[in-house]
Every structure is written in structure tokens, then in C-alpha cells.
């Protein structure tokens, strides 16, 4: 699988944008897909991740509320919604696959795109 995230931007806190991943691979379908962040100096976090069908979604307790992901299947494609941004949501953002069921442990994906800069400010 091969991923492609875009979608990144700078934006007043408050405000919204929705990133973008496109994937390639026969096995987009069946894989969790995830997004995961990174800021300057920290750890790569989770933020969200979602199931195979789209059925079921996990949230980071510090985006609930203000971020939803979503996939469209047919266009191998998944999303990120996030409203309300804050200035602590600054950071590179990833997208993800993995076979299987999701985690949050950014180790055990299997794929990554290369990241999109999201930077809010305040």
C-alpha cells in the first residue's frame, strides 16, 4: 500500500481542515487505516484509526469531539475532519495502514505516507 497525505495548511485556532490520504494497493480494503501526528520535539502520536469497513473508529481522548476520520473504499481514499482546532495540534501529520485490526502503537502500522504540516495558530 502506498500512501499519499495532503491537505495540511495553516489556520487560525478555532478554525477547520480536512486532510486527505490517497492509497494504491490491492489491500487498501482490508487494512485499518490510521493518521498519527508528530510536533517538533515529540513523539509520534495517535490521533485516530479506523476499521477495514468503516464500522468502527478509535479516538485519542485529546482530539474526541473535534476530529473524525472516515475512508471511502471505492476511492481509496480516508479522511480527516478536524474542527476546532487548537494551537496544541501543530505538528506533522501522518497517515497510516495496517493489516489487521488497528493500534495505537505507531510500531505495529505498516505503512506510511510521507506527512502533511498542519500548523494552528493562535
Known amino acids: 500500500v502506498q500512501l499519499q497525505a495532503s491537505g495540511g495548511g495553516l489556520v487560525q485556532a478555532g478554525g477547520s481542515l480536512r486532510l486527505s490520504c490517497a492509497a494504491s494497493g490491492r489491500t487498501f480494503s482490508s487494512a485499518a487505516m490510521g493518521w498519527f501526528r508528530q510536533a517538533p520535539g515529540k513523539e509520534r502520536e495517535f490521533v485516530t484509526a479506523?476499521?477495514?469497513?468503516?464500522?468502527?473508529?478509535y479516538v485519542a481522548d485529546s482530539v474526541k469531539g473535534r476530529f473524525t476520520i472516515s475512508r471511502d473504499n471505492a476511492k481509496n481514499m480516508v479522511y480527516l475532519q478536524m474542527n476546532s482546532l487548537k494551537p496544541e495540534d501543530t505538528a506533522v501529520y501522518y497517515c497510516?495502514?495496517?493489516?489487521?485490526?488497528?493500534?495505537?502503537?505507531?510500531?505495529?502500522?505498516?505503512?506510511w505516507g510521507k506527512g502533511t504540516q498542519v500548523t494552528v495558530s493562535s
Open positions: 497510516a495502514a495496517k493489516t489487521g485490526g488497528y493500534s495505537v502503537s505507531s510500531h505495529l502500522w505498516d505503512y
Open positions: 479506523i476499521n477495514w469497513s468503516g464500522g468502527s473508529t
